[in-house]
């Protein structure tokens, strides 16, 4: 495959991290920075991607805005198996070869298109919150003793993607760890979920990052199709509060995250 876009994987084997967020916030970022983004949902029978940009579009139609939009396309596993495979492979392929940078959104369960999803990955981003449950989406740890039993299903399905990848000739995923939907107040609780996941850094080959709070924000922003970081467009006419400045410098912390060391 000829390739000069940069692919982004947002995933996670659990439904209700906020890869849809974080994958239209990133997609926006890049759009304002002059990048050429598409976007591709792999889940889009629910669709929460698809139908935050469906939301933008319409946003801009109604109110004559000029929000800046990715090029998005939507896949289904109600179409047949191997022409979806077939057709996601195309679609990848053509579009690399046109776009700076490719975000791939996935559903929160494990399927032939969540598989497929994930050998095009330079960068995986799993969002987790700040809960034991969501940490047992990366281990099996006894919290008695502290120790760490064995990888979850999902960190054992990263380790075949690597070693997929490396079989391809890219021996490197840009593996990252973020924290979303994080509590503003600190807490036992989430020291001890951020302090297992520096821990398991170097065991599963990942990079984390505390992350984004929860924010009553971004659930409204999602009927307009908005994020954050349109706040300052001059056509919206909308005054920024400090929690959208806080939401923001989140969202660039993130995107500083994926360059790695």
């Known amino acids: 495959m000829t390739k000069k876009s940069h692919i982004i994987v947002v995933s996670n084997e659990k439904g209700g991290t906020g890869k849809s967020t974080i994958s239209m916030h990133l997609a926006v970022l890049l759009l304002e920075e002059g990048f050429k983004v598409a976007t591709v949902d792999v889940d889009a029978r629910q669709g929460t991607l698809s139908k935050y940009i469906e939301n933008r579009r319409r946003n801009n139609e109604k109110n004559n805005l000029n929000l800046r939009m990715p090029t998005h396309y939507g896949f289904s596993i109600d179409d047949v198996e191997q022409n979806n495979i077939e057709n996601l492979h195309k679609l990848i392929t053509e579009l690399s070869e046109i776009y700076d940078a490719i975000i791939i959104d996935t559903p929160g369960s494990k399927n032939y298109l969540f598989d497929e999803a994930h ?102 922003m999602f009927l307009e199709g908005l994020t954050v970081l349109d706040m300052n467009n001059e056509t919206l006419k909308m005054k920024m509060s400090m929690s959208h400045l806080a939401a923001k410098r989140e969202i660039f912390k993130l995107a500083e995250f994926i360059s790695p060391k």
């Open 119 to 220: 050998k095009f990955a330079d960068t995986l981003i799993t969002p987790v919150s700040d809960s034991f449950l969501d940490l047992s989406v990366i281990a099996d740890i006894d919290f008695e003793t502290q120790k760490i039993r064995n990888p979850s299903h999902y960190a054992t399905h990263i380790w075949e993607v690597k070693k997929h990848l490396a079989a391809q000739g890219k021996p490197y995923l840009n593996w990252i760890v973020v924290g979303n939907k994080i509590s503003p107040f600190q807490s036992n609780n989430q020291k001890q979920v951020f302090g297992h996941l520096k821990q398991l850094e170097k065991l599963y080959g990942f990079r984390s990052l505390v992350g984004i709070k929860d924010r009553a924000i971004y659930k409204e």
